[in-house]
């Protein structure tokens, strides 16, 4: 069976029944392994709390835990290792260099709708999207 991983404009989506939230929530209900890292579930409540309050940064981390999503708390050696890489070659965020070295130590589909940050990797043949529209 296929792991995914899901990064943070996903679960975005999927929060605020955007566009492809039904990608979404079609993995996690179907029981599909969905890795996150903790830093892109920090990306995730930090939106939360810049368009409403502390508060909602809390809660949605909440939520968060209780979805059928395994949260990675640190960064293993292969994980660092792959998202360096990314970095180095892709010139992207912290965060999402993470999410990719995440995707791509566990040999999982990275789940996302960020096209404008992954479509040359995507394009480059580094790793298997899955994309939520």
């Known amino acids: 069976m296929k792991k995914y991983v899901i990064d943070a404009c996903a679960l975005i989506a999927f929060f605020n029944q955007e566009k492809g939230a039904d990608n979404i929530e079609h993995l996690l209900m179907q029981n599909y392994p969905c890795l996150m890292s903790i830093i892109n579930v920090y990306e995730v409540c930090y939106d939360a709390a810049k368009t409403g309050c502390l508060e909602d940064g809390i809660k949605i981390y909440q939520e968060i835990k209780l979805l059928p999503l395994e ?3 640190e960064v293993g ?4 290792k792959e998202a360096i890489h990314f970095k180095v ?3 992207i965020s912290v965060a999402d260099s993470i999410a990719l070295g995440l995707a791509k130590a566990n040999n999982a589909v990275m789940v996302t709708a960020d096209h404008h ?3 040359v990797i995507a394009q480059a043949g580094e790793l298997e999207f899955h994309w939520i529209r």
């Open 89 to 91: 070659n892709y010139k």
């Open 71 to 73: 949260i990675i708390r």
């Open 77 to 80: 050696e292969d994980t660092m």
């Open 117 to 119: 940050e992954f479509d």
